[in-house]
């Protein structure tokens, strides 16, 4: 049951960090008539922090560590 929270809350976070982003670029075009500029830069903004909130949370939750993986055996002489 857990894994699933772990998993969906993944998917939470990515969707919410590209649409914040696509909505403030939406938001930006309003504002200073850029069409469609702003809409493009929050998406590729988005993106980038919807990938990187997923890269953050996989490597918390599914054991995507730095380190190398280490021998548990020790010699069977």
Do not use: C
């Amino acid at each position: 049951m857990r894994q699933i929270a772990n998993a969906s809350s993944i998917g939470i976070a990515f969707i919410l960090a590209f649409g914040i982003f696509v909505w403030l670029g939406y938001m930006v075009d309003i504002w200073f008539d850029w069409h469609p500029w702003g809409k493009i830069v929050g998406l590729i903004y988005g993106l980038i922090a919807g990938f990187r909130n997923v890269w953050i949370m996989a490597k918390r939750y599914g054991g995507m560590g730095d380190e190398p993986p280490t021998q548990d055996r020790k010699n069977d002489n």
